[in-house]
């Protein structure tokens, strides 16, 4: 019956040693002799997450930036793409300098910080991408930008996200993809819209359509996708929307899926 699976990378995919273990491998891989398009749902950029897809052998069309750009793993042609409106822009970039919170801006499939410091460096190290000092940051506000990541206390990040959404209204989209990313991307950059557009690129009904998340970020993806799974670790907020609550990223909790509504072996 299913025909692709969408599946978030950080605490789905990989587990807490930032790993896809040799089991959940096997499952993926038995997925793909199935004909069964395997994709990766994420907040990260394109080029860390076409990175994981390599050593996967995934060669499909990614969801990126939170869904803000989807491209392909092979080749790089693009199949969506949403920028953040540039009035938006500049209201985040001087909401975030007035308010003394680290900003990120991603231009190029490049990311751009104002300075190095631990938040750069942690999400660096985490992603596994380099980071480009502007010091000039304030004139990147005029260049179009896939998504925007404050980096901050969760509840700085809390009051940070009432307010702007306040600030901007409903030409963005504002989600959290960890406690301490606050991100923001364009009102259709969601991973929902780009799972409905993928879906449709390959002429596949949504029915046909599994997706499986941990976080604030992938409530429109669990929603948009025929059957929408939330891991065990997932916030409290997914689970309650998730049509199936897998095991945790720690316990191969994406090859349960797999093993259960794909290969059909449990």
């Known amino acids: 019956m299913y025909k692709m699976i969408a599946i978030d990378i950080d605490d789905t995919l990989i587990n807490d040693d930032k790993q896809v273990t040799e089991g959940t491998k096997q499952?993926?891989?038995?997925?793909?002799?199935?004909?069964?398009?395997?994709?990766?749902?994420?907040g990260r950029m394109y080029a860390s997450a076409n990175a994981l897809a390599a050593q996967l052998g995934l060669h499909v069309p990614l969801i990126t930036y939170q869904g803000a750009l989807v491209k392909t793993?092979?080749?790089?042609?693009?199949?969506?793409?949403?920028?953040?409106?540039?009035?938006?822009?500049?209201?985040?970039?001087?909401?975030?300098?007035?308010?003394?919170?680290?900003?990120?801006?991603?231009?190029?499939?490049?990311?751009?910080?104002?300075?190095?410091?631990?938040?750069?460096?942690?999400y660096a190290a985490l992603s596994k991408i380099p980071f480009i000092v502007e010091p000039d940051f304030a004139k990147l506000a005029q260049t179009p930008s896939l998504k925007l990541l404050i980096i901050d206390d969760p509840d700085k990040l809390d009051r940070a996200a009432l307010e702007l959404r306040e600030l901007i209204g409903p030409g963005v989209h504002i989600t959290k993809s960890k406690p301490y990313f606050l991100e923001i991307m364009h009102a259709e950059g969601t991973k929902g819209h780009a799972l409905a557009h993928l879906a449709g690129h390959f002429g596949f009904d949504l029915?046909?359509?599994?997706?499986?998340?941990?976080?604030?970020?992938?409530?429109?993806?669990?929603?948009?996708?025929?059957?929408?799974?939330?891991?065990?670790?997932?916030?409290?907020?997914?689970?309650?929307?998730?049509?199936?609550?897998?095991?945790?990223?720690?316990?191969?909790?994406?090859?349960?899926?797999?093993?259960?509504?794909?290969?059909?072996?449990?």
């Open 27 to 42: 499952a993926l891989e038995a997925a793909l002799a199935k004909n069964v398009v395997v994709t990766l749902a994420t």
């Open 73 to 122: 793993a092979m080749d790089g042609e693009v199949l969506y793409e949403r920028y953040v409106p540039l009035e938006a822009t500049r209201i985040v970039f001087d909401y975030c300098q007035s308010h003394d919170l680290h900003l990120q801006t991603y231009i190029n499939d490049q990311l751009y910080v104002q300075e190095s410091n631990e938040k750069a460096e942690s």
């Open 207 to 266: 029915e046909q359509v599994i997706a499986v998340g941990d976080s604030w970020n992938d409530h429109e993806l669990l929603e948009t996708a025929g059957l929408g799974v939330a891991v065990d670790n997932a916030v409290d907020s997914l689970k309650a929307i998730a049509d199936y609550i897998t095991l945790s990223n720690n316990e191969d909790g994406v090859k349960h899926v797999i093993d259960k509504f794909i290969l059909q072996t449990v």
